[in-house]
């Protein structure tokens, strides 16, 4: 009993001891924890300085970056401004040659009033033309044709006779006068001397 009792002590103090060791751990695992945190604020104290400037360089890339930006709204608005009066010149030029068609039309317009004016005066002037060359073509034929007939009746017109009436072949009939006749021939008195071929004639 009391070898039991004594192991019994032993055991007591050992699990005492190994509860101690427990704690001990426990704190030890604490303290390296708190450490630990220690550490990365010292490295997070540290490392403020590189962020304070990297902040300010962030900063300054922001300015820099706005003034461009403020650069390109500025020359934007001016070539906006361009623009626009390059437009209102544009328009003012459409108006003008608009303006331009319109005046070019009514020319144009006149110019074919005044191009069917000329053609139906030049129609007129060549139905004109074609009825004095018609009229013109008549006088010539019917000065030809009573140039002829003068002609025709000077050629049978005898200087005794008279206007040839008919010719029979055999004999021509005359109206003539008779004083011409009276004064231009001698009377016969004898008898028409007997030709047989004209006896003949005259039988048919």
Known sequence: ????????????????????LKEVQTDLQKTRHALSEATQRAREASDIPMLKQEVANAKQELMRAQAGQQDKMSSLETELKASKQELEKSQQDLERVVGQLKFAQQEGKAVGRLQKDVSEAHANLSAQQD??????????????AARLEHAGRLQDTHPIFGELLQDFGYK????????????????WQSQRAFRQER??????
């Open 1 to 20: 009993d009391t070898e039991l009792n004594g192991s019994r002590s032993r055991l007591g103090v050992v699990e005492k001891e190994a509860v101690q």
């Open 131 to 144: 009825e004095a060359a018609k009229l013109s073509a008549q006088l010539v034929s019917e000065a030809s």
């Open 172 to 187: 021509k009939l005359y109206r003539g006068s008779p004083l011409t006749l009276w004064a231009g021939t001698l009377v």
């Open 199 to 204: 006896a003949s004639l005259i039988a048919k």
